[in-house]
């Protein structure tokens, strides 16, 4: 099956720094990778996500980049923000047939904001 | 549109007990996915319902099942609860041929 490993595991950094996550994911059939970002006691939300014939991909302040050869693909956010913390998860599917398939998750990356 | 929504939000079983949890859809999508979430495990696929048929299935023992009815709505039920079953179920729905899975606010089941 699908094996999804995300780093790191925390990372804390300035307000107004970079902060980038990366996963890696074991199957070469997967070809759509979302990242959701989870706030204490919220639902998963969907932030960006890619599929596997782009190779990068922008929404304002965060972008995700996609090597199929390496399979890793991972999330820039720039000029971060307080309101950034949160933890944020990757994850690929596994298609099958007409479906995108089920969703294997990486661990989860708690990123931190100071101001 | 309204969200995914999910009820119960909260749930307190005794093991050995059956809960049944239920997940509306976004209006208009067919397909609803059961993710169950732990501190220890993450983020884990439980099973796909599409048209009312199971399309794809986790990793998890036949006491986890599920059912989707014809306007999309789904349960899902856990027989013979145990202590580890303590977890925040969600749903998550998508168009037809379309990736993205938008989640509901989950059911906090807590087995004692």
């Known amino acids: 099956g699908e094996n999804v490993e995300q780093h790191p595991s925390t990372l804390s950094v300035q307000e107004g720094d970079s902060a980038v996550i990366k996963c890696t994911y074991s199957?070469?059939?997967?070809?759509?990778f979302p990242w959701y970002k989870q706030e204490l006691g919220k639902r998963p939300q969907l932030i960006i996500d890619?599929?596997?014939?782009?190779g990068e991909k922008k929404d304002q302040r965060i972008a995700v980049t996609l090597n199929k050869t390496a399979k890793h693909f991972s999330l820039h956010i720039t000029e971060t923000q307080p309101e950034d913390s949160a933890v944020y998860f990757c994850?690929?599917?596994?298609?099958?047939?007409?479906?995108?398939?089920?969703?294997?998750f990486g661990q989860g990356t708690i990123l931190t904001v100071h101001p | 549109k309204a969200g995914v929504t999910q009820t119960p939000r909260y749930l307190i079983k005794t093991r050995g007990q059956q809960v049944t949890l239920s997940c509306s859809p976004i209006?208009?999508?067919?397909?609803v996915s059961w993710y169950q979430q732990t501190p220890g495990q993450g983020l884990q696929f439980l099973f796909e319902y599409f048209s009312e048929t199971q399309r794809n299935k986790g990793n998890f023992p036949g006491r986890f099942s599920g059912r989707q009815f014809s306007n999309s709505r789904s349960e899902m039920n856990v027989s013979t609860l145990e202590l580890g079953d303590s977890a925040l179920y969600l749903c998550?729905?998508?168009?037809?041929?379309?990736?993205?899975?938008?989640f509901g606010p989950g059911t906090r089941l807590t087995v004692t």
């Open positions: 890619i599929r596997s014939n782009v």
């Open positions: 209006s208009g999508h067919r397909s």
């Open positions: 199957d070469s059939a997967s070809n759509y």
């Open positions: 998550a729905s998508s168009l037809e041929g379309r990736g993205e899975q938008y």
């Open positions: 994850a690929a599917n596994q298609p099958g047939g007409t479906s995108y398939g089920k969703l294997t």
